[in-house]
């Protein structure tokens, strides 16, 4: 770290090693691009083009793995037989004593990095004296003794309707269940309780004590005695979803009173459009915003900030365009005439990236001969450099396919990946302002700032409390609230 | 690193440990910071959501240009609605009453306290161009009678038509309601609808994102000490105080 940063104050006369880092980054964001887009591949087989771009939204999903059947490693030595499908388990003598209880845990522990897990029991035959359970377990439990019967264990057994949870004595908690009944059982990990459904309603909840992993699981004890379990692969009789719904509304109500500066989102919105270049929309904004009531009584940011926004912002503007629609050899034309420091060395990594478009595009319009030739004369720069040879591959492989954008490269046809290339150059020709003291200033936009401090708090804050929680899934926030 | 800054950090320790609170540092947050993954698409969502949503219709046409990106609704109705609101700011409540059952005649049907609050803006309309026959005419004959199916509404009409009692108007104790104000609030209210109706959230999502934030570093502040952003307008780090 000190090594870059002393590098960084010496280069206000070079400007190589600054430029570089800006341009470093977006390749950063390119491999990642390209890795997750292999990886998905892979495990998809063939996707559609249109797939690629969910693959995209299950990345945010934290990869947990989840409780799918019953579990029969650990078994109860006899006092419970799980089902051939491993969702179902029968009592298949008489019981005799408090230790000879079928337990079964699900194979997996419940996923803890969301805000609800949810499992049911459906008891098919309540037996002989109907002493079924259904409830939590820690890895190592007895599976000889009902879920709460033990210390860190919680249990809601339906011959009884109480809750037990490890303190020997049940407590009166739900109604007895029986054959025919849906149970449920759930982990609210915002609020830090267990709660119980019976027949799609919440009978009650209670604190969870118990920090670790804790496992679904079920519980027989008399003779006859047959449950099933859905750990998700059928539809759940309790509506899980609107459960969440109602969560999610509390917390988001505590949120809404808090109060922000009157004109927040207004000067993140204009800053956005100056940071990123969007010159037209920019003076139309500013255009309609002075006929808006009520009046906005928006803080001119003082002169210094305003001139750092609005500097070249018609060239930024203009090169934005080109990139957009391809016209790359434009493109660099117009760098050449404005910006002459940032195409100077044709080795950089700016100029990389320029070159990549350039051969990508020719290969979209199918000049392939062409494309080759250009790859030829540019790529061999490159390669001498190393560290973009992953990247330089998938160009090239590009080349290998008929149908390229249904490729595991078809990610690099997208319009996603010219607005890599079009902010790459954008953050150059801010560099280039004499007043950036920090290059890093020009990569991130104020609205980008903000939403980074946001996630990392979620995360840091998810981390602290056991990795218990939901994160911060911007995608998900997008797409909420569409009625229709 | 200077002996201020070392004196600095050991503080924010002894202060941490007190509070049994996790010290992160500058560096290590922002490692963090930097494994966040934020697509610049949905940045661009967000600030379309923004435009759409608060009415910046032509903004919102030359940003699908400039960005690519897909507004959510059609611009159209963006107009239509903004249209709408424009005539309720200006006083036009018949003329906004006439746009928006020519945009969706179920809209004030399905609002009754909306249509009420709107009769309302004309009575006091009326009221301040002092046509004082007219408006007493009005309000006996289309408003009295919601009055009678509404206590409250029956409340805000006995206040409303009260502004005739007075002579100096903008003295009066119930002087806001000719504020221009009332306006804004009244087109507030049908703004909101039409986006409800269209099934569109009424509120843009960037306000909400920014609340969120001020939660989620309080609710982190509790565990930890870390740089924080302070001031939403500049988004710089500050260091955690002492």
Known sequence: MEEASLSLSLSTT??????????????????????????????????????????D????????????????????????????DKLSVRYPSVNLHGHDVGVVQANRPAPSKRLVYYFEMYVENAGAKGQ??????????????????????????????????????????????????????GINYASQELFF????????????????????????????????????????????????????????????????????????????????????????????????????????ENGFTEDMNTYSLNQRKVLRQLIRSGQIGDAIGKLKEWFPQIVQDGASAICFLLHCQNFIELVRVGKLEEAVLYGRTEFEKFYKLGDYADLVKDCAALLAYELPQKSSVGYLLGDSQREIIADAVNAMVLS??????????????????????????????RSLNGDQGEGFHLHRILNSGRKG | MSLFWIVIRELAEIEAMAAS?????????????????????????????????????????????????????????????????????????????????????????????????????????LIRNGKVEEALEFAQEELAPRGEENQSFL??????????????????????????SQRLKTASEVNAAILTSQSHEKDPKLPSLLKMLLWAQNQLGEKAVYPRINDLSTATLEDPAV
């Open chain 2, 155 to 180: 409340e805000e009409l006995e206040k409303t038509v009260a502004l005739l009692a007075f002579e100096d108007v903008s003295n009066c104790p119930i002087g806001e309601l000719l504020d221009v």
């Open chain 2, 21 to 125: 609170k996790k010290v992160i540092t500058r560096e290590e947050w922002e490692k963090k910071l930097n494994d966040v993954r934020i697509r610049k698409e949905d940045m661009n969502k967000l600030v379309m959501n923004f435009l759409v949503t608060e009415g910046y219709v032509e903004a919102a046409e030359k940003f699908r240009k400039e960005s690519g990106t897909d507004p959510d609704i059609d611009l159209a109705t963006i107009t239509d609605r903004m249209a709408v609101k424009k005539a309720v700011q200006a006083g036009n409540v018949e003329d906004a009453i006439e746009k928006v059952n020519d945009l969706n005649p179920e809209i004030l049907d399905t609002n009754p306290q909306l249509f009420f609050h709107l009769q309302q803006q004309r009575l006091i309309e």
């Open chain 1, 14 to 55: 070079t400007n190589t090693n600054t430029n570089d880092l800006i341009a470093t980054y977006y390749l950063q964001q390119w491999r990642l691009k390209s890795k997750s887009s292999a990886a998905k591949f892979e495990s998809m087989g063939f996707p559609e083009p249109q797939f690629l771009t969910q693959i």
């Open chain 1, 57 to 84: 939204e299950d990345e945010e999903d934290d990869k947990e793995e989840l409780p799918t059947e019953l579990d029969t490693l650990n078994s109860s030595g006899g006092f419970s037989i799980v089902g051939p």
């Open chain 1, 432 to 461: 280039t302002n004499p007043s950036v003291k920090d290059s890093r200033e020009c990569l991130h936009s104020r609205l980008d700032r903000l939403l980074r401090q946001l996630s990392a708090c979620f995360l840091e804050k």
């Open chain 1, 197 to 300: 459904t019976k027949n799609g309603a919440v009978v009650g909840a209670v604190f969870k004590d118990v920090k670790g992993p804790l496992f679904p699981t079920v519980a027989v004890h008399s003779q006859h005695e047959v449950v099933n379990v859905n750990f998700g692969k059928k539809p759940f009789v309790f509506d899980l979803k609107a459960y969440e719904a109602q969560e999610r509304a509390k917390q988001n109500s505590t949120i809404e009173k808090l109060s922000i500066p009157q004109n927040a989102s207004y000067g993140i919105v204009r800053s956005y459009l100056q940071h990123y270049g969007y010159e037209d929309t920019l003076k139309t904004f500013d255009f309609e915003s002075r006929s808006t009531l009520p009046p906005i009584s928006f803080v001119q």
């Open chain 1, 132 to 185: 079924v359970a259904i409830g939590f377990t820690t890895p190592g439990f007895r599976l000889r003794r009902q879920p709460g019967w033990e210390s860190n264990s919680y249990g809601y057994h339906g011959d009884n309707g109480l809750l037990y949870r490890g303190q020997g004595k049940g407590e009166t908690f739900g109604p007895v269940y029986s054959t025919g009944d849906t149970v449920g059982g």
